[in-house]
């Protein structure tokens, strides 16, 4: 079965301009996490995504950062305009609810490198 | 405000001796708590969950105990190697389900030859 998937791996832009990332849960998953993680500080939580609901968006910086999840599948995240502030690895993960025996556990992509010029 | 924090500095400790990792937090009442390895590079992997109601899990060399008392739980690996080395995470979630998860600071350990 595959993983979490992320897209792209990297990308370099500058100041001003629009990045739009991409994740792809493993699919059944209902829940759908983005997390950053900024260098040398902790992953820190940014919103989730219950199906293609937002359960909760309470970590988004601001209104420059808008995320969508088409129909409880893929999700994107979008910067606009970009600062330099907002360069980081963007991590998604997704799980199945912690129920009986499940363990919640989040499965990660590899992350997406954003950095801004 | 909410914080998790754990060993703030690198743990550095010799291949064959008991790694002991923290993780503490506060204004939280979290349901369960999950354990993750990170390596440069990757996103982190799951090791443990330990729930409000358990005092210790364990895995093959990995133990996990949790205070709900002293808001605390450690991490232990027994009979550290080389390939232990990488950032460790612990996780919180105030319920099961639906939950959001929050993630600490990470502690960085070397296991050294």
């Known amino acids: 079965e595959a993983g979490v998937t992320q897209f792209p791996s990297h990308s370099v832009i500058e100041k001003g301009q629009t990045v739009t990332l991409r994740c792809d849960p493993i699919s059944g998953h209902d829940n759908l996490y983005w997390y950053r993680r900024v260098m040398g500080k902790e992953i820190k939580f940014l919103l989730h995504f219950v199906k293609e609901s937002k359960q909760d968006e309470s970590g988004m910086p601001n209104n420059r950062f808008l995320a969508e999840r088409t129909g409880g599948t893929y999700s994107t995240l979008k910067v606009q305009p970009a600062e330099l502030e907002d360069s980081g690895v963007y991590f998604c993960a997704s799980s199945q609810p912690l129920f009986g025996p499940n363990t919640g556990e989040l499965f990660f992509g590899e992350g997406s490198r954003l950095t801004v010029l | 405000s909410q914080k998790i924090e754990q060993n703030s500095e690198a743990l550095n400790i010799q291949e064959g001796k008991t790694a002991t990792l923290t993780c503490n937090y506060t204004?939280?009442?979290?349901?369960?708590l999950q354990w993750y390895r990170q390596d440069p590079g990757r996103g982190p992997v799951f090791l443990l969950l330990?729930?409000?109601?358990?005092k210790e899990k364990r895995k093959e060399r990995l133990k996990v105990t949790f205070d709900t008392t002293l808001k605390q739980s450690l991490f232990h690996i027994t009979a550290s190697q080389p390939a232990d080395s990488a950032t460790y995470l612990c996780a919180l979630a105030l319920s099961g389900g639906y939950q959001k998860v929050t993630f600490g600071t990470g502690t960085k350990l070397q296991v050294i030859p």
């Open positions: 204004n939280y009442s979290p349901a369960y």
């Open positions: 330990i729930r409000e109601n358990e």
